[in-house]
Nanobody
């Protein structure tokens, strides 16, 4: 059973930065895909970025390209989402999710494993 534990959310002013972490355990598939999805109140969940652990493929939503960077530390079994130039519209609950092999674009429906979520709030 794959387990995902997120950390790193918080509140920041527009233009600031935050880094989210997602520690994964219990997976056997070396090509597992880990990523971040977000959902703001009253809006549909949307994919933010995913990375193929064990590979080098990364995928981003157009709205975050050039501002967010997803990366991995295989030794720590942890994926990171570095978020720079944050905007108020980035405010949402951010969830780490995983599945075997990346599917993108995605709203997360096909992702099997989910973390508990971490809140990101960007004020103007």
């Amino acid at each position: 059973q794959v387990q995902l534990v997120e950390s790193g959310g918080g509140s920041v002013q527009a233009g600031g930065s935050l880094r989210l972490s997602c520690a994964a355990s219990g997976y056997r598939n070396s090509r597992i895909c880990v990523g971040w999805f977000r959902q703001a109140p009253g809006k549909e969940r949307e994919g933010v970025a995913v990375i193929s652990v064990g590979g080098s493929s990364t995928y981003y939503a157009d709205s975050v390209k050039g501002r967010f960077t997803i990366s991995q530390d295989n030794a720590k079994n942890t994926a990171y989402l570095q978020m720079n130039e944050l905007k108020p519209e980035d405010t949402a609950m951010y969830y780490c999710a995983a599945r075997a092999n990346c599917i993108w674009p995605s709203r997360g429906t096909s992702y099997n494993y989910w973390g508990q979520g971490t809140q990101v709030t960007v004020s103007s």
